[in-house]
């Protein structure tokens, strides 16, 4: 890894540019890294899908303010110092969140989110298992189901990580080395979701 000096693109339409203040580090970035996931064409070969900072600057048609605090889903490059994104894929940073907590937020939260009540069309009550309930999407779908009304249950790697999901809203689950059998007890499942 190295730092590179690159040229600050000019801002499109709708468009804002974040000084970055913190950026998320996935498991995308890391096969990335490793060249086993390369990034779409078109988009830099900077890591990062994710960053929170402050607006910088914006581009005509955005909505946003230069100075509001931020945090942001990017094709990749988020591990820089300014980003220009999208506006329509920026999030407000809620007061009492520091940035560095915001920036772990975009890709898990839209992961789960996307997955859960977009493709699966949860509705509220229904029945969720995680797989990988520990892991960020996991346990931002944790998170997610918790504040819909979802019961959710979790497959994890170690009793200490069904602890974690736990302490986050999950009814119950299993240890994945010890057995799934345990999940027929909680079973039919609405959704089942396995990141």
Known sequence: MEWVEEPSPALDV??????????GLN?????????????PP???????L????????????????????????????????????????VLPVPEGLSLHEAAAIPEV?????????E????????K???????SGVGSAGIQLCKAFGNPVWVSVGSAERLAYCVELGAQGGVVRSESLEGLNDFAPFNVILDP
């Open 14 to 23: 709708g468009q804002v540019r974040i000084k970055v203040a913190a950026a």
């Open 27 to 39: 498991r995308a970035d890391l096969l990335q890294r490793e060249g086993k996931y390369p990034p």
């Open 42 to 48: 078109g988009v830099t070969q900077t890591l990062g």
């Open 50 to 89: 994710e960053c929170s900072g402050v607006i910088a600057e914006v581009g005509p048609g955005s909505s946003w303010v230069v100075g509001d605090r931020v945090c942001a889903l990017l094709a990749g490059g988020a591990m820089a110092e300014e980003v220009v994104v999208d506006g329509r894929h």
């Open 109 to 117: 939260y839209a992961t789960a989110w996307l997955n859960l009540f």
């Open 119 to 126: 493709l699966a069309g949860l509705k509220p009550g229904e």
């Open 128 to 134: 969720v298992l995680l797989h990988a309930g520990a």
